[in-house]
């Protein structure tokens, strides 16, 4: 089972949540979008990904830009291993999927699909004709984008999502230690995303991730992966 683990701003708090079992590191590079507190400078982007690289993690970089060549041009220069687009205004398309492995050959592409209704199946099974990954987030907040509600959704719609395409899925939307094994046992998701109830928050948006949380959320997905036979 993939962990996912939002939103990593310092390189210490990276290696923490790697050794704390994260297979995926997700963060926020500077851009014009995605809440301040959490923007991390480039430099400290190219740290980051070099101690996910000694690991075989994954860097997971979420656009909150609207613009996508501003996602081309961070791609080109961040190569990350998965590009999260979740703006709140602007939705990959086939050709930014056929512009990105131009600048990012090794990079996938990870959707993310706001699961306000049912109508987010139709949406899901569009997207994943040319995404690599989809993310069922909920929440869509302007100038944040789609994610970091803390809130869960309709886990019915999101099943229905997994067992209607044929890329893999990764489930988010207000998962922490308490709830991540009921949630993988009824949506038999690819991975799992965290970010409110792994975190610590401080005055002004500040977080920084909780280590004993992140462990704890990170055991829990994976017994209740090999409990389904995931
Ligand atoms: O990381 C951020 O700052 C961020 C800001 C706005 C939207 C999404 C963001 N993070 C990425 C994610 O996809 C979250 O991990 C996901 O939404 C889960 O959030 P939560 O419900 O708080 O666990």
Redesign the pocket.
């Known amino acids: 089972m993939v962990k996912?683990?939002?939103?990593i701003i310092h390189v210490d708090e990276a290696i923490q949540t790697m050794e704390a079992g994260a297979n995926n590191i997700?963060?926020?590079p500077t851009q014009n979008g995605?809440?301040p507190a959490?923007r991390v400078p480039l430099y400290r982007v190219d740290q980051i990904h070099k101690e996910c690289q000694k690991r075989g993690v994954n860097l997971v970089l979420?656009m909150?830009t609207n613009d996508p060549e501003e996602m081309l041009d961070l791609a080109k220069r961040l190569q990350p291993e998965i590009l999260?687009v979740?703006g709140d205004g602007y939705a990959a398309d086939e050709e930014f999927a056929r512009r990105l492995k131009e600048y990012a050959p090794k990079t996938a592409l990870m959707q993310?699909v706001l699961v306000d209704d049912h109508s987010a199946v139709k949406r899901a099974k569009k997207y994943a004709e040319y995404v690599d990954y989809l993310?069922l987030?909920?929440?869509l907040?302007p100038d944040?984008?789609?994610?970091?509600?803390?809130?869960t959704h309709d886990w019915k719609i999101d099943r229905e999502i997994v067992e209607s395409v044929d890329i893999p899925v990764i489930e988010?939307?207000?998962?922490?230690p308490d709830n991540v094994a009921e949630a993988i046992k009824f949506i038999k998701p690819y991975g799992v995303?965290?970010?409110?109830?792994?975190s610590i928050k401080y005055e002004g948006g500040h977080m920084e991730k909780d280590i004993p949380k992140v462990k704890a959320f990170c055991e829990a997905a994976d017994k209740a992966a090999q409990e389904s036979g995931l």
């Open positions: 996912q683990l939002y939103s997700g963060l926020v995605g809440v959490h979420i909150l999260h979740a993310a993310l987030d909920s929440g907040a944040t984008g789609i994610g970091a509600s803390g809130l988010a939307g207000g998962l922490g995303d965290s970010l409110t109830k792994t």
